[in-house]
């Protein structure tokens, strides 16, 4: 038996989707287990290209089981949209390749009604939300003020529970933001409407899960976002609200006896952030620009131009411990190309003093960065398959970086295509 979570070692962004769709063909069950349609997993394969929210990135293998679990954010609305997006582009997804936990609980519409006050009456203090109502439903949540999936087959007890957290939600809507109140007419119509369309797939995954393993499948447990979002372990405050550590996957699947026998983290070979808060190595102006350009980064769920800026070690190295991984994919490593010298951030300065160590939170704002300096290879890698084809200078990036953050670097990755990458 094998089990393997795929995370991401910074701020998220990193190619988490593309690493699962590759090493898919090797499990037989991918279950996304945090996190909500905040964030987006993009791939790219002899399908079509494809910006995943919320379905999980193994869909696209035949004879894959997909988990959406109870540590999901399950926003019904967006979920069937964009399943609806995603079978019309040929993939089917039917109650046997996709399954939602029943003990997920449900992200409301006043969720995202909420996420987008308050970002509004923080201004220019926001956390840099998505507007997803990601905050305000991990906070009802922890409050005991959610609906589980499951309660769509109980319609009258769900009814009544509806309408108890309604009344509550109506006084934060009217009194602290002056909005318009919900009715549980529009509340229950939203629920009728898409509720119905995705009571097929909700069932016990966790039954699912336990058996799958007694039975010796190979699972893979799907993170989204960052080590550097994470809600305990992050840049606090401008973190996802949930955990996005390996630790959680047997808590936020549903196999809580799960035991990973492999983390793969994913490192860009360049660091991007989308979204606020302190990005010690972030580049502005036409240097920074060409990098955007040259590595097309914008946002999957939002299509905001991402901050961008050299790899950092320093984070790097933090997010390889936190994630406890085992392998380090490298993805993007053909975007560098066309630096002559590549720079690196191989350490921070922090008043006054040269550290390796990511500082707590309350420092990063004072944090500089000190780089250093290797040569590019300066030709087009994006058609190699084999470690040995690589520029010499290719792969003594590689090994720097491997010997840096103290992790084995296993994959690399040359372009978006499924099979645009070299096994070391």
Known sequence: MSNCAIVGINWGDEGKGRMV???????????RYQGGGNAGHTVENEMGKFALHLLPSGIFRDGVVNILGNGVAVDLENLWTEMETVMAQGVALTPDNLKISDRASLLLPWHRDLDGL????????????????????????????????GELFYP???????????EWKNLTLTQVYGAEPYTLEKIMAWIDEFGSKLKPYIQDTGAFLRKAQAEGKHILFEAQLGALRDLDYGIV??????????????????????????????????????????????????EADKLREAGFEYGAKTGRPRRVGPLDIVATRYGVQIQGATDIALTKMDILSYMDKIPVCAHYKVNGEI????????ALGIAEPVYEYVDGWGTDISGIRNWEDLPENAQKYVEMVEKAIGCHITYVSVGPERDAYIKR
């Open 21 to 31: 769709d590759l090493l898919t063909q090797d499990y037989d069950v991918v279950v």
């Open 118 to 149: 308050e970002e509004a009456r923080l201004k220019d203090k926001k956390y840099g939300s998505t507007k997803q109502g990601i905050a305000p439903f991990y906070s009802d949540k922890y409050q005991k003020k959610t609906v589980l999936a």
């Open 156 to 166: 009258e007890q769900l009814k009544e529970r509806l309408k108890d957290i309604m």
């Open 237 to 286: 405050p401008y973190t996802t609200s949930s955990n996005a550590i390996a630790s959680y996957a047997p808590v936020g699947s549903g196999l809580t006896t799960a035991k990973l026998d492999k983390v793969v983290g994913v490192v860009k070979a360049y660091s991007t952030c989308v979204g606020e808060g302190p990005f010690t190595c972030e580049w502005f102006g036409p």
């Open 355 to 362: 550290t390796d160590d990511f500082p707590f939170p309350s």
